[in-house]
């Protein structure tokens, strides 16, 4: 089956309109300096000193803890790649209703580095830097 994909804005109508949530894919770090706002943080990927991007092995035992695989979720990340690889890997665990943010949370550029989809950020749409109780570090422990 093939990934929905949507804008910033479809996705922020999706969190706020419909009810579904938000799982930012993105490393710890990165998901510490700003993110949308009420966003989950479970990330595909763990950037560890000298080894650079790694996969995490604990990804989908925790998406599967806690969510349904019936439920609605937006997965993003920073340019729209992990997220993309994410909802793919979702989608072939069972889960149904997962849409990819294009554009991520930076947003996604050609290789002249002009703006090709705009991402959370640039849309102007709500961000924060601290979420209790949707941190990696809290939700690998629930």
Avoid at 37 to 58: E, S, Y
Wanted: glycine share 14%.
């Amino acid at each position: 089956m093939p990934v929905t994909r949507v804008s910033p804005k479809e996705a922020f109508s999706l969190v706020t309109e419909r009810g579904y949530k938000y799982v930012d894919v993105r490393s710890v770090p990165e998901f510490d300096a700003g993110h949308p706002a009420g966003a989950f943080n479970i990330p595909l990927m763990h950037l560890l000193p000298g080894r650079g991007m790694t996969p995490n092995p604990d990804f989908a035992e925790v998406m599967g803890r806690h969510f349904q695989q019936g439920e609605g979720i937006v997965i993003g990340c920073k340019t729209g790649g992990r997220s993309l690889r994410a909802a793919e890997l979702l989608l072939g665990m069972g889960f149904t209703q997962v849409v990819d943010m294009r554009g991520g949370f930076e947003g996604e550029r050609d290789a002249m580095g002009r703006l090709v989809e705009a991402g959370w950020r640039e849309c102007s749409l709500p961000v924060e830097a601290e979420t209790p109780g949707k941190s990696y570090e809290e939700l690998k422990k629930k």
